[in-house]
């Protein structure tokens, strides 16, 4: 018996999305072979409406990945900001000093350094793509999951689903990862990041704001109605603290906590707070299963990279499945699923523990190679190679890329 689907993919988030387009754009699957369940598919924003809290950061690769899936074009149509330019720095240091490092789009010959785009732009224009193709969107929720020699079988809310193979795309609690038995490592990093909205008193300058605190990390992200995104990472009882005060209060600490480097701070929305753990699988694949996104790995988000690493695995697990199909091989198979985690898991290992390590270093590290590590920032300003390679990894641009981000 032939199972109902190629391919099942739990969880339409952005990055399950992107590759349930890329399967049928790229791969060349039928869109009617695809199927997606998502539990909770978002409306998509409303044109005018205020700025959504939850933004992220876009690199250059992911840009080319939403091309490529098809999304790109609706997503700038409705809103980008772009940003050209980063100034990170540490609060030992002041932000016009010797110690910031600064990332300039012009002196590396690109038009911007990426884009900050809502979370939830991404992931509606994506499903939008998959509409538009044909492929089933089912609203549920993976309850059950059997991997078996020539298929597996999903229980979505009930249905019975059958497809040569399961990727799992449900977020850093995935049951997929979960039902298959998956193993995974976790650290909670005891911190919340704090989100909202604000308006400063002096202009963003495109830029986006990194400050080192200390006691955790504060970024402004730049947005093209001139406010901007603010994420402050910070302990819990910290994070508890910001939360109780009032308004003026908050927004004191904040305009202190930037020390002062956009001016007075007045927010523009609610604030939201966020637990932020490191999850690593240990296997990223078994026999007609794939993990992709945050379902394979969460990282701290000082450096705005969770998404940007899940499109290189959406568009990664796309070169494997094309080059399968080239050789007329069955997409579950186990050798062809170990390609992709062959390509993508030691990168994601590393970007894990180097997040880990600029957490615990820059942002609340305290002794003697903390101090180093806080002085190495305008080491790195000073370093010109050194420098240019950091920009490449931070425009997602450098070392070998999944066809989909290349030029
Ligand atoms: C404060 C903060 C700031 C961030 N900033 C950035 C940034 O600037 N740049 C960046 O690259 N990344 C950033 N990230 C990380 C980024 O948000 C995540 O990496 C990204 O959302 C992961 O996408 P995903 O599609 O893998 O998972 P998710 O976004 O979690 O999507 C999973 C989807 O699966 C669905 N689902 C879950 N369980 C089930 C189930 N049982 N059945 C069916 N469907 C299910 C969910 O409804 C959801 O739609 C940030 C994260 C945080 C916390």
């Known amino acids: 018996m032939t199972p109902d689907y190629d391919v099942a993919v739990i969880g339409g988030g952005a990055v399950g999305a992107a590759f349930a387009a890329l399967a049928v754009r790229r791969v060349g ?94 992931q509606t224009a994506l499903l939008a793509v998959l509409d538009a193709s044909g492929v089933e969107i089912v609203p549920a929720s993976i309850e059950g999951l059997a991997l078996g020699v020539g298929e597996a079988v999903v229980d979505a809310d009930g249905r019975r689903i059958t497809a040569r193979l399961v990727v799992g795309a449900d977020g850093g609690r995935s049951r997929v990862r979960e039902l298959a038995g998956l193993e995974a490592r976790s650290r909670d990093y005891r911190q919340q990041a704090i989100v909202a909205n604000v308006v400063t008193a002096r202009p963003h300058e495109r830029t986006a704001w990194q400050r080192f605190l200390g006691h955790g990390t504060l970024a402004f992200l730049p947005l093209a109605n001139g406010q901007c995104s603010i994420v402050w990472s910070v302990g819990n009882e910290r994070a508890a603290e910001l939360r109780a005060l009032s308004v003026e209060d908050f927004e004191r600490e904040l305009t202190a906590a930037l020390d002062g480097a956009l001016g007075a701070v007045r927010l523009a929305s609610g604030r939201v707070s966020i637990p932020l753990a490191a999850t690593r699988a240990r296997r990223y694949v078994l026999e007609r299963c794939a993990l992709i996104g945050d379902a394979a790995h969460t990282v ?60 615990d270093l820059l942002a609340v590290g305290q002794g003697p190679l903390a101090r180093l590590a806080q ?33």
């Open 29 to 122: 699957i039928a869109a009617a072979r695809v199927i997606v369940i998502e539990r909770e598919r978002p409306p998509a924003p409303v044109p005018g409406a205020d700025y959504d809290l939850r933004v992220v950061a876009l690199s250059r690769a992911s840009q080319r990945i939403l091309t490529a899936a098809g999304a790109w074009e609706a997503i700038t149509a409705a809103r980008v900001s772009p940003y050209e330019r980063m100034r990170i720095w540490h609060e030992s240091a002041p932000v016009e000093g010797p110690g910031t490092l600064v990332f300039d789009a012009a002196e590396l010959g690109e038009p911007n350094l990426g884009h900050i785009v809502e979370s939830r732009l991404v």
């Open 300 to 359: 701290h988000p000082l450096a705005g990279q969770g998404v940007n690493l899940g499109f290189l695995d959406a568009a990664a697990l796309a070169d494997a499945l094309a080059a399968a199909r080239a050789q007329r091989e069955d997409p579950g198979a186990l050798a062809i699923l170990r390609r992709y985690e062959r390509t993508r898991r030691p990168h994601n290992e590393l970007m894990v523990a180097a997040m880990g390590g600029f957490n």
């Open 375 to 407: 002085r190495g920032l305008g080491l790195v300003e000073r370093a010109g190679p050194l420098k240019r390679l950091l920009a490449a990894r931070a425009l997602g641009i450098a070392g070998e890329l999944p066809a989909a981000a290349r030029r």
